[in-house]
């Protein structure tokens, strides 16, 4: 039950999260709801798949949000040749001590940019999937813990194809939500002629936020309130996926769990102690979409997994607030909403 403890660290989270955004919104020009879906994403516990065209920014959006944080960044470039150990690290013989000594790999960061990720091997982006889901590296049967917050921001080129190893379901499920950035409007692109043009921004970016920070936000987003009707919606979305037509592979129950969290974020930083159905709808597609894999057929007909997110949207009951509000303990105003479903279709973003 959210205290009002609780929502004066959601107030804080919506200051620090503010400072944060127009910090990346320096960088990234235009793209306002690119930055949001990036914050969502960390404040949620997840990890991004940045996925477009070159030279859109996808690594200066994972730059500039790594280092508008005061944590520890790095940033692995994959490669055909780079080794599971670059990542993870490997054990030593120390001839002094006459014993093993661990060296962490890149991944041992708070936040680790992986540039082009499939362009390495499918063993080197194995590395990485016990890291994403666990938190934790194991190497020489010895367990090690990842700092927290931790996250993986990774770039991958959908258009050139030559010399890339296509992402397994397994290691896509892992990413919380895909984003594409696209060409920016003329305007937001003469802007970045001005502020691009001379020096980097990226040069002068500060931190305005710290790693503590971060935690405490985490914390205060798993409070956020989500009422028995939109974890309902969110399990009958993903469940969609499962049976469409179109799709010969639909979402994991992963992938309905991510979807909450998310939910809980977006209302976080909209300043709400509890999720709608509008945030569950808003996130589905970039949670979604990525992990769904179309038939052939559908594939022919040129139909995208986005497509049938949004199809699946349509055609799903909505619950709909019921006219009243979820009472608070010690005789405290109600502030949340009570749901019923509505007929589908009837409420659509």
């Not at 939500?177 to 060409?183: F, K, N, P, Q």
Request: charged share 25%.
């Amino acid at each position: 039950m959210t205290t009002y403890d609780d929502r004066a660290s959601l107030t804080d989270l919506t200051t620090t999260a503010e400072r944060v955004r127009r910090s990346v919104e320096g960088v990234i020009e235009g793209k306002p709801e690119v930055v949001r879906l990036s914050l969502t994403v960390l404040l949620a516990e997840g990890h991004l798949l940045i996925e477009d065209v070159p030279g859109v920014g996808k690594t200066m959006l994972a730059k500039a949000l790594a280092r508008s944080i005061d944590c520890s960044v790095r940033r692995i470039q994959f490669t055909p040749d780079l080794l599971p150990s670059d990542i993870t690290g490997v054990s030593i013989f120390d001839q002094q001590r006459r014993d093993f000594e661990f060296k962490p790999g890149a991944i041992f960061a708070q936040i680790v940019i992986g540039d082009e990720i499939n362009r390495a091997s499918p063993k080197t982006q194995s590395a990485l999937l016990e890291s994403m889901e666990e938190r934790q590296v194991t190497i020489d049967g010895h367990t090690y813990e990842l700092p927290d917050p931790f996250m993986v921001v990774a770039t991958q080129n959908p258009v050139e194809m030559e010399g890339t190893y296509p992402l397994p379901e397994a290691q896509r499920d892992r990413f919380m939500a895909r984003v594409s950035i696209g060409y920016p409007s003329p305007e937001a692109e003469l802007q970045m002629l001005d502020v691009h043009g001379g020096v980097s921004p990226l040069d002068d970016l500060q931190p305005v936020a710290h790693a503590h920070d971060i935690v405490k936000l985490i914390d205060a987003v798993r409070t956020v309130h989500v009422a028995d009707a939109v974890r309902r919606y969110a399990v009958e979305l993903v469940g969609a996926t499962r049976s469409h037509p179109d799709l010969r592979l639909g979402a994991s129950p992963r992938a309905t769990l991510h979807l909450l969290r998310a939910a809980k974020a977006s209302a976080a930083l909209s300043g709400r102690d509890y999720a709608l159905p509008d945030d569950v709808q808003a996130l589905a597609t970039p949670v979604l979409a990525h992990r769904l894999l179309p038939t052939a057929q559908a594939q022919l007909n040129r139909r995208t997994a986005e497509q049938v997110v949004l199809e699946i949207i349509q055609r799903t009951p909505v619950p709909t607030s019921a006219g009243g509000t979820a009472p608070l303990p010690g005789g405290q105003e109600p502030g949340r909403p009570l749901y019923h479903q509505q007929q589908p279709g009837a409420r659509r973003l």
